[in-house]
């Protein structure tokens, strides 16, 4: 039998490029004019309604900064400062003079954006609204709503972070923030959500809630958890409605996100908040970090940390794939069911499998980037806006699969980014692909990429072992033509039996082999070969060389049965490859199976 492998490659740390034209998702950028004199700033604060202006571009501005990241087949924009992204106002423009404005980040289609390509590495920043029109500098010098035109292109400037380094942390890098003894280390347990009030837990490199990004911004860090776009927040007024615990917010700039580790001889820090550079958070018996006064018992150490990325599945081979029900949606309606395409190429969560709609060919290149094509109908599957469907006319999108642990098992689990962004972290949000509400079919989400591990992988056997199968269902619907009466119900229900054989995901090489045998044996039965050509050939036991395999070859029903071989072909005395899931016409044949060979006379 041919075997299948599912490998593991750990993600290397660069970036892929998601568009021909050289935009990374992920990546941060300057919106540039075309003279490269100005950029598009939210100024000082990210907020709702923030209206977008240019200002000189500067190498310490943070609201000329934003992150864009692939949005199917658009881009966010959002504030480095924040979850705020740039909104067109749309029905609005009145309101705003035709200029952007800054919007908590929805997803929605305001903030859906392209970036066209010109010739000389500038773009049209286009909205969703009007594919006509675009952004940018106006005869006024505003950034505003407009006809394109030869002028009105931007250009985008990746921003390089720039190296800052006080009293021993490097703004940009990732920590653990610990007890003393770095035996605990400040985590949010995983969770994205305002309010989470933050505790010490065991020292765990894995635990991605542990893990904060300490940055520069002015004369202050921010701390941002790799889990998501949440910041280390001081509840300032509210310290007695929470008993003076440490909290965390939604990523917004504010004082309350701004601190200060004022460092002490023995490399350890207190952790001051904007708000009172007299006190400190500091860690308690219990593990809670409350507002207190500076002691040496509360000082924190900063453990430098790498983010915990996910492990991309490296997957090329024939597998079905299997929906299941996790944390946090639980989506009881489509556990066990089978991702399935139609005859006009829609998907579906089916809860059977059927060898023509469910059986897919995965092939993964070396970066990392998959593609799925149904080869027993040549389709392709694609994603059509928020849709996944199967077609033979268009060009297999691309995917990327991430495996939920280090080592795939059959209970790993998996979540298929429908794109190409192969280096994401947990806490990453990205389109993937997920069962919708009822259970029942497929759908293009954005989600945090721990969230969307929805999927399992179920190996099938490969190409050459079912369609010998199927090439036998063929043959013998053929020869049911021939037939009528009792002998013609009696084959179609040999038929049958062979056909929900093929539609069984668990089928294995043995199992093929003994159906094509059983089928070939009803038709030379029920259309008058009997046994006239079964024991024309005796069985022959081939040994390879490190007597480690034994495959078996012999005759029956007029064909060439060879079992208990990883690897075998048959070839007819042209040396032409023939198939062996039928019987095969009188002459000389090699079989060649693990190596060895053996000549068969029919």
């Known amino acids: 039998m041919k075997k299948i492998f599912l490998t593991l490659f750990a993600l290397l740390a660069f970036a892929f490029n998601v568009q021909a034209d050289n935009i990374v998702s992920g990546q941060k950028y300057k919106i540039v004019t075309l003279d490269g004199t100005k950029a598009l700033s939210c100024g000082e604060v990210a907020k709702n309604d923030v209206r977008l202006t240019l200002t000189n571009l500067s190498d310490t501005e943070e609201g000329q900064v934003w992150?864009?990241?692939?949005?199917?087949?658009?881009?966010?924009?959002?504030?480095?400062m924040g979850a705020f992204n740039i909104d067109n106002p749309s029905e609005a423009h009145d309101k705003f003079e035709n200029k952007l404005c800054l919007w908590q980040t929805n997803g929605g289609d305001n903030q859906k954006w392209t970036f066209e390509a010109a010739d000389d590495d500038s773009y049209y920043m286009i909205p969703l609204e009007n594919a006509a029109k675009c952004y940018a500098l106006d005869a006024n010098g505003n950034f505003t709503f407009q006809d394109k035109g030869a002028d009105t292109r931007v250009k985008l400037v990746k921003y390089v972070e720039p190296v800052i380094t006080i009293d021993g942390i490097t703004s940009g890098k990732y920590y653990q923030i610990c007890t003393f003894d770095t035996s605990a280390a400040l985590s949010n347990n995983g969770s994205t959500a305002n309010n989470t009030i933050l505790t010490m837990q065991p020292f765990d490199v894995k635990d991605e809630g542990q893990i904060w990004q300490i940055n520069r911004s002015g004369n202050y860090w921010t701390i941002k958890s790799s889990v998501g776009n949440v910041n280390i927040d001081n509840p300032s007024a509210s310290n007695n409605a929470n008993y003076h615990k440490l909290l965390q917010w939604q990523t917004s700039g504010g004082d309350n996100q701004k601190w200060t580790f004022e460092k002490a001889d023995d490399n350890s820090y207190y952790m001051v908040p904007f708000e009172n550079a007299e006190k400190c958070y500091g860690y308690n018996a219990d593990g809670t970090m409350t507002f207190q006064?500076?002691?040496?018992?509360?000082?924190v150490k900063l453990v430098e940390a790498k983010p915990v990325s996910l492990v991309n599945a490296v997957a090329n081979g024939y597998y079905c794939i299997q929906a299941v029900s996790v944390f946090p949606d639980?989506?009881?309606?489509?556990e066990g069911r089978f991702v399935s395409f139609d005859a006009n190429?829609?998907?579906s969560l089916n809860t059977d499998y059927t060898y023509q709609g469910s059986r897919l060919l995965i092939s993964t290149n070396d970066e990392g980037v998959a593609t799925l094509t149904l080869p027993q109908s040549g389709a392709n599957v694609t994603v059509d806006g928020n849709a996944v469907k199967s077609a033979t006319t268009a060009e297999a999108s691309k995917f990327v699969l991430f495996l939920n642990e280090d080592e795939w098992t059959l209970d790993s689990h998996l979540a298929i980014h429908a794109g190409s962004t192969t280096d994401a972290k947990s806490g990453s949000t990205l389109s993937f692909v997920a069962p919708n509400a009822a259970g029942s079919a497929l759908t293009i989400v954005n989600k945090v990429a721990k969230n969307a591990f929805t999927f399992r992988l179920v190996p099938l056997p490969a190409s050459a072992e079912t369609d010998r199968l199927q090439q036998a269902v063929s043959s013998a619907q053929q020869a049911l033509a021939t037939l009528q009466g009792e002998k013609a119900e009696a084959l179609k229900q040999a038929i049958a039996l062979a056909q929900s054989e093929l539609d069984y995901p668990y089928l294995t090489a043995n199992d093929v082999a003994y159906d094509v045998e059983v089928l070939n044996g009803k038709v030379a039965e029920l259309t008058g070969q009997g046994d006239s050509s079964v024991k024309n050939f005796g069985e022959v036991t081939l040994i390879n060389n490190n007597q480690t395999s034994a495959a078996k070859v012999y005759t029956k029903f007029g064909g060439i049965v060879v079992e208990n071989a990883?690897?075998?072909?048959?070839?007819?005395a042209a040396g032409q490859q023939v198939n062996n899931s039928t019987a095969l016409p009188h002459g000389t044949y090699v079989v060649v199976a693990d190596?060895?060979?053996?000549?068969v006379v029919l």
Do not use: E
């Open 345 to 347: 190429g829609n998907a």
């Open 330 to 334: 639980y989506n009881y309606n489509s």
């Open 595 to 599: 190596g060895q060979v053996v000549k």
């Open 67 to 80: 992150v864009l990241t692939q949005n199917g087949d658009y881009w966010g924009i959002t504030s480095a």
């Open 293 to 299: 006064d500076k002691t040496s018992a509360v000082r």
């Open 566 to 572: 990883n690897h075998y072909s048959i070839y007819n």
